[in-house]
């Protein structure tokens, strides 16, 4: 039978059974970190369960992990902490612990690590799941009982999502990335518009994005409001899967591309030669702008908005000062990521007035850099290189700014208070961020050259 999309078809390869409004599907991969999984492990034991499956569930322990050798960890961190390490022992179930090469942000793990596959079936208790999506599996974020439920049964029942297709095309300018494509979607559609859909993106740019870079689109599929992001698998994703089992990878892309008619309830374009660089000028990620144009006029319902981030309307973005540059995060962690803002970095100093940190998405890609002499770069301009971590995109580990201060930040949340209390955060890409950590000031990383 003719699949309507990739999607579809999927979710009919892992459909159990249909109920009035829910699908029952079977899970491939159960992916757990140390916030949003002990609260499930104790209502398994309450209720004298088992993990169904441990060999498709896998641990990490990233969001509250310290990125720098000399912080004590709270007591309630580290009973998180300990709470993982012990259920993976009791249920036996892989922990990419801290101490271990595979360890990092459970969203850069499992696409470094090959833990998700093309035509799987991926869930975990982040949000920030549809990341994975890049390489062609559907991936979504779970709540605490649904993890529970995952854990117990390997099965979860879903309604199914309406279909979207976001067509990427055209050629990126030099400077501006994934992450000003992901933003450019938010300003022009809103942080509303996939609420109810997965999201299909379509890739005919001119010279195909890579999995890193389908990685940070997916991974803001979820601002865009939509639980699942993906793209469908082509030559880009069977490459990725380069010494990792590729020619099994490639029969399944094949077969997973057979017969779609690729029908989808709604569909929307982006030509991404005519982008610019971009970044968050508010509390949202559509309140967001290109780095040359000045902060919107305010409507009545965003007063506030302004209020907050010290902006005013009518002024340029350019030149605001910042006391803080963060580059992480599973939006902007990864090598690629680290590598791009070394080569703006390259030759500058960190402005004496701000503090710059770079924290690696794993442990692999701290070594990737340190193997190329990327920490040094940082270290020299005058940049903190940390262990990694979600640090400062969530601020649950400690590291955040004070009250007031503005950071410029390769996370994908400016949420009041997401950096710390009454914390200023711009979104940007890593070259941004990088060029502004020197100036001092939001910063065009063309007007560093
Ligand atoms: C702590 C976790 C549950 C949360 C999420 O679901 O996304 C975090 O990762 C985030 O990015 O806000
Ligand atoms: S890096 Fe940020 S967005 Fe990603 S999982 Fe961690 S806290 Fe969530």
């Known amino acids: ?62 969001h509250i992990v310290p990125t720098n050798d000399d912080k004590d960890i709270d007591e309630k961190s580290y009973k998180l902490i300990k709470t ?109 518009f996939g609420e109810g859909y997965a999201i299909e993106f379509f890739d005919q740019t001119d010279s195909k994005l890579s999995i890193d870079e389908r990685a940070t689109i997916c991974n803001m599929g979820i601002e865009m409001g939509a639980r699942y992001a993906y793209f469908k ?4 994703t069977i490459q990725f899967y380069k010494s990792h089992n590729m020619n099994k990878v490639r029969d399944v892309v094949n077969s997973l591309n ?36 000045t902060i919107p006029q305010m409507t009545l319902s965003n007063t506030q908005k302004y209020d907050y981030m010290g902006i005013e309307p009518d002024t340029l973005i350019k030149g605001l000062k910042i006391d803080l540059a963060f580059i992480g995060s599973c939006t902007n962690g990864r090598y690629s990521d680290i590598k791009a803002a070394a080569e703006i970095i390259k030759g500058h100093k960190v402005n004496n007035d701000v503090t710059a940190i770079v924290v690696p998405g794993s442990e692999k890609v701290k070594r990737d850099c340190e193997n190329e002499g990327l920490d040094s770069i940082f270290i020299e ?17 400690g590291d955040m700014g004070k009250p007031g201060q503005r950071i410029v930040s390769t996370s994908n949340r400016n949420f009041e208070g997401r950096q710390g209390p009454r914390v200023k955060t711009h979104l940007a890409s890593p070259q941004v961020v990088a060029a502004s950590a020197v100036k001092g000031e939001i910063c065009n990383p063309a007007d560093l050259e």
């Open 233 to 236: 698998p082509d030559m880009t």
């Open 84 to 192: 993982m390490r012990d259920n993976s022992i009791k249920y036996d179930f892989k922990l990419l612990d801290t101490n271990s090469y595979e360890h990092g942000i459970v969203h850069v793990i499992a696409l470094e690590q090959r833990l998700v596959k093309p035509g799987m079936t991926v869930v975990c208790g982040d949000s920030h799941t549809c990341t994975l999506g890049a390489i062609g599996c559907i991936s979504w974020g779970i709540g605490t009982s649904q993890v529970e439920h995952v854990l117990a049964t390997q099965t979860l029942a879903m309604q199914k999502p309406k279909q979207l297709q976001i067509e990427i095309s055209g050629k990126l300018n030099k400077h501006v990335t994934a992450k000003d494509i992901a933003l450019e979607i938010l300003e022009k559609h809103g942080s509303r």
């Open 381 to 397: 301009a005058g940049f903190e290189w940390r262990k990694p971590g979600c640090s400062m995109c969530v601020s649950i580990n």
């Open 258 to 293: 057979e017969r779609l008619i690729n029908d989808f309830d709604q569909k929307i374009s982006i030509n991404v030669s005519d982008i610019s660089c971009k970044v968050s000028w508010g509390t949202n990620p559509e309140d967001t702008i290109s780095i040359n144009d």
């Open 1 to 62: 039978m003719m699949a309507r999309n990739y999607f579809s078809k999927l979710w009919n390869q892992h459909l159990i059974s249909e109920r009035e409004n829910e699908d029952l599907l079977y899970i491939d991969l159960h992916l757990l970190h140390e916030v949003s999984s002990p609260q499930a492990f104790s209502g398994l034991e309450d209720k004298k369960r088992t993990v169904r499956r441990p060999s498709r569930t896998v641990g990490t322990i990233d």
